[in-house]
């Protein structure tokens, strides 16, 4: 039965595949290393060395890895003619839910949970585990203590907000996001180390071998301690590949080891974003109040070439200690060449804000898991709310209760204080705190012009000034992002403000070739 449920459920996510990678299509020659491909409904992985295929047998197998169906391409004649060198080994850290009990993967056995106050003290929740069977397994030592170290494979966040992967022997950090990625890593996967965590930032994580890199415009991908290079935009794409399958990182440290298809050596670009659907200023805008320098990016969302995504790195509502990444870790997550630091949120470096660390009150749409966030928080109904839909068009609302009951599922969305609406301020300064009223700095918002989306800073102001300048730019409708030290704005993958702090969430733009 296991066999039959784990062909089907590769079938139906080959449909996918198959629509943007016809078999047809396919390289004569094996797949890189590391690679995930299917053939009749079984999956293998091409080995670290690329000679042979590793048999997965089980979608527990499968996801104990954090392997994702996102990556899995037809297999090549070439592939099906590797011998077969095993089976794909289980991994380390991931929670099942196997017949209404809860276990931990790691070393080759399965952990359980005495009771519910060890597994929520360990900083897990019961949206982290995935259903599975697991009788495969014997039964390891159970956890009993909140306070027990946590088990290898398991992402553990220090209070400071740095990510380190448990091991058999201590730990390893991530030097980049793109690093953390490609090892399947989410930040709701990170739980708050305890004093029993060994945690050492001596030893790094690699890449996981098969991840496809964008480095600076250059597409490689990884092979252990090596990076191969794509001679021809053919070749990449004739092994079932897409763009969007790159993590955005530096591959500065792996040597380069050739090209793949053995064409002449070069390595291709990745494609150029449509010129005119996007645009990046920095100026001086003159209102009521003054002249401001305003940053501002701007996406023609009637190009059909954008598409917005609002994310969370909680994946969750978050009451205390909340995970925090940097901006570029979120255009990395999901893909994106274009974003800015989100909602006003509880930071570290506040006294008041201690035991509620991360925290944000404002509605938002995590696109990745479909869900609202702080839907019931009773905070911001009567906010005003900007979504977009799985094509990127924007909607405003003037209220997010109207939102919800419009019955409709946006695919991105974000409220707060409004700045603008209908082209007047109309900012309740009543809702502000003295500092926001008095004190300069830098403000973001987001707002709509027409069919144009812009994601603004305005430097050197307080929030009613920024209203007063966002009113000069045209805008029809605005609302309130958070600044100052939050501050974080990226265009093309550079950095044009911040990185400030690290971020609950944020706003990503991808834009489509």
């Avoid at 900012?427 to 830098?442: A, I, Y």
């Amino acid at each position: 039965m296991k066999k039959i449920i784990f062909t089907f459920l590769f079938a139906a996510a080959s449909l996918l595949f198959y629509a943007v990678f016809p078999a047809s299509a396919l390289a004569a020659v094996t797949h890189p290393a590391g690679t995930l491909v299917e053939s009749g409904g079984t999956v293998w992985q091409i080995n670290e060395t690329g000679d042979g295929r590793l048999l997965i047998e089980s979608p527990e197998k499968f996801f104990s890895n954090r392997l994702s169906f996102n990556y899995v391409v037809p297999a090549s004649a070439s592939d099906l003619a590797l011998p077969q060198t095993g089976t794909l080994p289980w991994g380390d850290g991931v929670l099942f839910l196997d017949h209404g009990v809860i276990y931990q993967v790691s070393q080759g056995t399965k952990h359980g949970f005495t009771s519910g106050a060890a597994f929520l003290g360990q900083g897990f929740s019961f949206g982290m585990a995935k259903t599975g069977n697991l009788s495969a397994l014997p039964e390891g030592q159970p956890i009993s203590l909140a306070g027990a170290g946590h088990l290898p494979g398991t992402f553990v966040r220090t209070p400071a907000g740095a990510v380190f992967l448990l091991t058999f022997s201590g730990s390893m950090a991530f030097p980049s996001a793109a690093v953390f990625f490609s090892q399947g890593g989410k930040f709701s996967d990170a739980v708050l180390t305890n004093s029993a965590d060994i945690i050492s930032g001596a030893a790094l994580a690699p890449y996981r071998t098969g991840t496809i890199v964008n480095d600076n415009g250059a597409i490689w991908v990884t092979k252990q301690t090596t990076k191969l290079g794509f001679p021809s935009a053919d070749c990449f794409l004739n092994f079932g590949f897409n763009f969007s399958l790159a993590f955005t990182g530096s591959t500065a440290d792996l040597s380069q080891a050739g090209t793949i298809c053995g064409d002449p050596v070069g390595i291709i670009p990745v494609p150029v974003s449509p010129t005119g659907v996007s645009s990046y200023s920095s100026s001086i805008v003159s209102s009521s109040v003054g002249n401001f320098t305003v940053q501002a990016e701007t996406f023609d969302l009637a190009s059909g070439k954008i598409r917005v995504i609002t994310d969370t790195a909680a994946d969750r509502d978050c009451a205390a200690d909340c995970p925090a990444a940097p901006l570029d870790a979120f255009l990395t997550a999901n893909g994106g060449q274009a974003g800015t630091n989100g909602s006003y949120f509880c930071p570290p470096d506040y006294p008041p804000c201690a035991g509620k660390i991360n925290t944000f009150n404002a509605k938002v749409i995590d696109t990745g898991i479909a869900t609202q966030i702080n839907a019931n928080n009773n905070f911001g109904e009567d906010f005003p709310f900007i979504t977009f839909d799985a094509n990127g068009q924007a909607k405003y609302y003037n209220q997010w209760i109207d939102y919800k009951n419009s019955g409709t599922a946006a695919a991105a969305g974000i409220g707060y204080y409004g700045l603008v609406g209908g082209g007047a301020v109309t900012l309740n300064t009543n809702l502000l705190d003295d500092k926001q009223k008095t004190s300069k700095g830098t403000q973001g918002a987001i707002g709509l012009k027409g069919s144009t989306l812009y994601l603004v800073h305005v430097l050197g102001a307080t929030v009613p000034e920024e209203a007063a300048v966002l009113q000069s730019m045209g805008l029809d409708n605005a609302l309130l992002l958070d600044g100052g030290g939050s501050t974080a704005m990226i265009y093309n993958g550079v950095y044009k403000a911040g990185p400030g702090r690290n971020l609950p969430n944020a706003i990503v733009v991808k834009i489509l070739p």
